[in-house]
């Protein structure tokens, strides 16, 4: 007797397929016999085989003609690079997720898993840790990584208001560690000191690829629905951070760090908005009790995922979420001022540029 087509393994499509977490994903399910096949999008070609392989911009609204054989769709296709320009960057994220979202509903995908972040929670002094995932989100919107978060989930929530047949399953993962990660928090782990405000200790948590991949395995398989946090168990102290990393804090008043902060973006010396610095001073500990009642556990303790991260920093050089180069470096490391707020070297050098 044939097994009816409900019964039927899905076939799954991965945006951003040719690298960083895309690529994770897709090499993870390229030969599980969960998927009756695996179709990978992105811009150029990669390097997985066993997979079909569909070369097209996700912005192009001709996206729906090339997955009408899909029924779950992964988007992992974006650009939350730090560096780049904040608009430039806004604008490709946002009109990449909402392509993706209308050409799944006109193409009639069941499902589709978007990743944000844990971040859009916000992270405050007066975070209850962990937070559970039915929290609001009270991240602040600004022009960096977390403000392309908020909106993507603004997008998720009008296109499930606009097609009510289309699920969409989104992932917020802790701060995630692995190759390629390029996030503040693990610049934060770049810097000689680690910064710690007056008054409250940061608890650590964080997501390591791998457990990611495994989630969004999960999700693609409609085994999670609604929104999921995703991270290792339980937190770290920053006491605990210290003696993983080897490296020690330095302490500064709030108004000092955020104010500081504030006028190193404006001035161009830092990549991210001063409310970034939050996500590496206050908690925002996520407690992942969806997955955990789907029968999920994370592969990689804090610890362990801290301890990789470590491994990444050597050669590095970060303050406030700039990289640095050799001879800045070499600055920042006279002092622990320097080293966690920025210098009054720099930002004299950064004056004398403008005047030129």
């Known amino acids: 007797m044939p097994v009816s087509k409900r019964h039927r393994p899905p076939v799954v499509a991965v945006t951003g397929a ?8 897709l090499s993870k399910v390229a030969s599980s016999a969960d998927f009756r096949r695996v179709v990978a999008i992105d811009e150029q070609r ?28 992964v988007h992992l296709g974006g650009d939350f690079t730090l560096d780049g320009d904040p608009t430039e960057r806004r604008a490709y994220n946002l009109r990449a997720a909402q392509t993706v979202l209308t050409a799944s ?31 609001p989100v009270a991240a602040e919107p600004d022009t960096g990584v977390v403000g392309d978060h908020l909106e ?35 610049r934060h782990f770049e810097a000689p000191r680690l910064l710690v405000v ?27 629905n609604g929104v999921v946090a995703v991270g290792s168990e339980g937190w770290l102290e920053m006491d605990q951070v210290e003696e993983v990393s ?20 404006r001035l161009g010396i830092t990549p991210a908005p001063a409310t970034d610095l939050h996500y590496v001073v206050y908690p925002w500990v996520v407690d992942g009790a969806t997955l955990r009642a ?13 301890r990789e991260l470590m491994t990444y920093r050597e050669g590095k050089h970060a303050v406030v979420g700039r990289r640095l180069s050799g001879k800045d470096a070499t600055i920042t490391a006279a002092g622990a001022t320097v080293a966690v ?7 004299r050098a950064a004056r004398r540029k403008k005047k030129i």
């Open 105 to 135: 509903a006109a193409a009639r995908v069941r499902r589709v898993v978007v990743v944000t972040s844990a971040m859009v929670y916000g992270a405050d002094a007066d975070n209850p840790v962990p937070l559970p995932e039915d929290a």
């Open 294 to 306: 789907a029968g999920w556990k994370p592969t990689w303790t804090n610890e362990a995922a801290l």
């Open 246 to 265: 080897g490296v020690r804090r330095f302490e500064l008043p709030a108004g000092l760090t955020f104010s500081t902060a504030q006028r190193l973006h």
């Open 46 to 73: 990669g390097d997985v085989t066993d997979v079909t392989w569909r070369v097209l911009d996700i912005r192009d609204p001709l996206l729906a003609n090339r997955i009408s054989d899909v029924d779950v769709l």
């Open 341 to 347: 707020i920025g210098t009054a070297a720099i930002v």
């Open 152 to 186: 993507i989930e603004s997008l998720v929530r009008r296109s499930l208001r606009a097609h009510p047949g289309l699920e969409v399953v989104v992932l917020r993962p802790a701060a995630l560690v692995g190759p390629e990660v390029d996030t503040v928090v693990t």
């Open 18 to 25: 040719a690298s960083g977490v895309g690529r994770a994903f």
């Open 198 to 224: 007056k008054g409250c200790l940061p608890r650590w948590q964080f997501c390591h690829i791998d457990d990611l991949v495994s989630a969004l395995e999960m999700a693609a398989l409609g085994h999670v």
